[in-house]
C-alpha cells in the first residue's frame, strides 16, 4: 500500500515517524536484528522478552486508517467535522481536547502547510 506522506499526519498534528512508540519500537526491532538473539545464547531469556514488548508498542495502523487510540475525542470530533485535522478548524485555539503539544503542531501546519511541516519533521530511522 502506498500511502502520501499526509496520512500519517494524525488529527491532532502529531507525526506518526515521530510518535516515541514509533522510534522506540523500531529502534528495538533494529537492535533485535543486529544482536541475532536467535544464535545467542548469552542473552537471557529476560531480556529477549522484554526487547519484544518494546518491538509491540508500534500502532498496527496508524490514526487515519483505524489505528491509534478507539476513544480519541480529537479524531471522533475531526470524523464528525468531516476534516483532515485540527488545523482545518477555526476553533482549535479555545479547544479543550488539545493539548499544548498539539496546538503548537497545529499552528506550525497552518502556517507552512501539511507538506513542509513534513519537510521539516520527518525523522529518519
Do not use: H
Not at 2 to 31: D, H, W
Not at 90 to 115: A, H, M, P, S, T
Amino acid at each position: 500500500m502506498n500511502l502520501s506522506k499526509e496520512k500519517f499526519v494524525a488529527y491532532c498534528g502529531l507525526y506518526c515517524p515521530t510518535c516515541y512508540k514509533m522510534r522506540i519500537s523500531e529502534i528495538a526491532k533494529q537492535l533485535k536484528k543486529k544482536l541475532n538473539f536467535d544464535k545467542s545464547d548469552f542473552l537471557s531469556k529476560e531480556f529477549i522478552s522484554d526487547l519484544n514488548k518494546l518491538i509491540k508498542l508500534r500502532c498496527p495502523k496508524i490514526c487515519k486508517l483505524g489505528g491509534g487510540n478507539k476513544d480519541c475525542s480529537i479524531k471522533k470530533c475531526c470524523r464528525d467535522k468531516k476534516i483532515s485535522g485540527c488545523w482545518e478548524c477555526v476553533e482549535f485555539k479555545n479547544c479543550d481536547k488539545l493539548k499544548r503539544q498539539f496546538i503548537d503542531n497545529i499552528k506550525k501546519i497552518k502556517k507552512v502547510g501539511i507538506k513542509k511541516y513534513i519537510q521539516k519533521i520527518n525523522f529518519k530511522f
